[in-house]
């Protein structure tokens, strides 16, 4: 007996001991924003806390993620992961910004003295392993804090830098160039900033947004930075490192980090390690994919999974095609095969995911998550309809509203709650293999199962705002019956499979579901009618195309693109039907015509296969201006650019364009200077365009958001930065408040243009676009911060000079009327 209870404790402590990562959901924490549980330690003396200021210090620390240990683990996760414990640099004068984020090291083997002391540290890993969770902790090595940089070739030390002006543990503390016998360490490499993220030296060797870059092929920094990080394994017993700006040190480092002999997996037995590539991939390509991949041949074991947060926010926020959703998630059951790939739809270093967008967008997002296999992750505050991206969960912190938010009854923490369970109870979702079924060119129905050896998921989800219809082709035998296992607004009954496989769904707005492929049958009738039309598959039309067709039926029913309210019911006549496919009013591509007839029965149903036709027409100059130079500086002409080298003339409208194919608008602004300081997707950055559409005869309204300005009338709203675009409709629109987003159009840079594609079906596929006005306006946007860059009186170095709070945010702009 006793024999057999210690093989029951030994087998009960592996399972504790060596969790499967894939099982897990964790729960990222900022610290110094997520609670204060030691006001004694906010305030080092240094004017480095300010609790109303978001760019210093807040007051959040370790003690006080000890003491909300319950809620935590209430939502359902199984740990934290938590930004960086280690001591920073507090305030770097020449960005005008704190290290309150834990990135800017001072000192990588002590805690940061506003966040407690090792003894704190060690009791928040006791205590949330004594409740199960594991703890993450968020490491960095490519660079420290900003304590020197070379400007003009001029090397200086940063002397205004709190509390230090040099790290405070060596060898890093060698960081005088000036100093023969520093630089001869080489513990740094003396660069400035990368300017071009293309070229590999630079982008593994200059520093990246002015911190200091660490030498990572000098094998005294190889050896201090492995014994700094084995060091918290050993005191504090963390069970994992997410590692910042990977792709910005040599991937032999990390070889050596993780799998030598004294490396971070020795130290700690199913230790886990993922990886910050951010890299994003364009639609129906994988050049991300294929460069993240080949970490896991250097020692990562998990890999964060930047290209498909891009694609939710595409596709699910962003209403673009879901066939890019069904592409990427085919894509990543290769990586899956390497690693775990840690999936998010938002984190601490871009705009929250509900910034913008409704909160039922936010749970789709989130429940479409937890139904594929990687290792979610939910970023604070989302349990609490968090829109600022660092705002705190604590009432004196910043961005709190003077509210405690640790609310176990709010809505959204009990769906996630519920959607975790959930996704623990259907292995599939963990360990399955993910194939499409079914995709749409346009905004609308996605379809994918989801199978490991225990089970087999159907996931039907419509991102649409409108209810869709589709007829799907599967493989799965006539008369398979699926049943609904979660339900998120839609449809509860059970599904039964037509002949040849096919399935019929009406699918309303913005739901998901969850179908088990069960093993049960039932008797299907099918209805025959005869059916004939002039309509090929994968037909082009070039110009107005009209439809006949003949049937015994007695009604034709006709849905384009899925759309169910736009159906057209025909009623046969003499055998005969048509209808008019006028190419105008769709949008460039593909699009789906479905077919259903109905006899003199309602029972008399039969839905045919879809067809899919093709429209090709010309594109069409709609208007095109130029615009002065040198007239970027407000309204009143007094505004400056922010003091960083990095602003240009970024701001400066020179000549914009529109152009249509069909129903969709082509905009294009040419600026002054394009500059990729930052490395945005989008291919610019230090400038944001707020373009406004106004529709003749409709009304709008005049208040742009955010900008402290009004004009005649505005429709339509595009909001486009270097990262993100959204399209939003004036509906809602406030001072402070954006309308409701409609979709995220395409952005690209192509000839020194900043191209913008708006699909038509987002502005009501008009035929005709002749006197439509567009307003653009040029500014900045702070995307760490979720706000515009602010306007003060004096220049800073990422504060735009020249005004006040109260003045337009507009630096730039340019009216277009279209003419057809």
Known sequence: MKKLLLIALIILFSLIAFPNWQDKVLYFIMIDRFNDGNPANNDQGFNEYNPYDGAKYSGGDLEGIIQMIDYIKGLGVDGIWITPPVANQWWDPWVNYGGYHGYWARNFKQVDEHFGDLETYKKLSQKLHNKGLSLIQDIVVNHVGNYFRFKNGKFEINKGSVPTSAPTQYPFNQNNFNDEEQRKLNIYHWTEDIKDYKDLNQKLNYQLAGLDDLNTENPLVRKELKESYKYWIKEVDVDGFRVDTAMYVPKDFWRDFFLSDDGIYKQKENFISFGEVWLTSKPLSDEAEREIETYFDNGFNAMLDFPLNEEIKRVIKGGQPTRYLAYRLERRNELLKKGILVTFIDNHDMERFLKGTQPVVLEQALLFLMTIPGMPVIYYGTEQYFTQTRAAMFEGGWGSGGVNHFDKDSEIYRFISKIISFRKKHSATRYGEVKAIYYEDTSGILVYTVEDENEKLFVVMNTSSEKKISNIKTNF?????????????????????????????????????????????????????????????????????????NTNAKYVYVYIDGKYSSGRKIEVENGKFSFVIDPYRYDPGNHRVLFKLRGKSFKEIKYLEEIVFNIDIQKKELAFSLDPLNDDKGPEGRYVYPTDPSFKRQMDIVGAKVEKIGSTLIIYIKPRDLTTSWNPPNGFDHVTYQIFIDVPDKKGVSVLPFQNYEIEDWDYEIFVTGWSSSLYDSKGAEKDKFG?????????????????????????????????????????????????????????????????ENDPYIMDDILLVLKE
Do not use: C, H
């Open 477 to 549: 035998e006539e008369g398979v019956v699926l049943k609904p296992v979660y339900n998120f607004r839609g449809q509860t009954y059970n599904l039964v499979v037509k002949s040849s496989g096919f399935l019929n769904l009406t699918v309303p707005e913005r739901s998901l579901v969850v179908y088990e492929v069960t093993n049960e049958k039932e008797e299907v009738s099918d209805v025959d009618f005869d059916f004939k039309v002039n309509l090929r598959n994968n037909q082009i039309i070039t110009n107005e195309f009209i439809v006949e067709g």
């Open 740 to 804: 409701v987003q409609i979709l995220s159009p395409d952005v690209l840079v192509e000839d020194g243009w900043v191209k913008i594609i708006v699909k038509g079906f987002g502005i009501g596929n008009p035929k005709s676009y002749d006197g439509w006005k567009i307003y653009i306006t040029s500014w900045d946007y702070d995307g760490v911060e979720s706000r515009f860059r602010p306007l003060n009186k004096e220049p800073k170095a990422y504060i735009m000079g020249g005004g006040d």
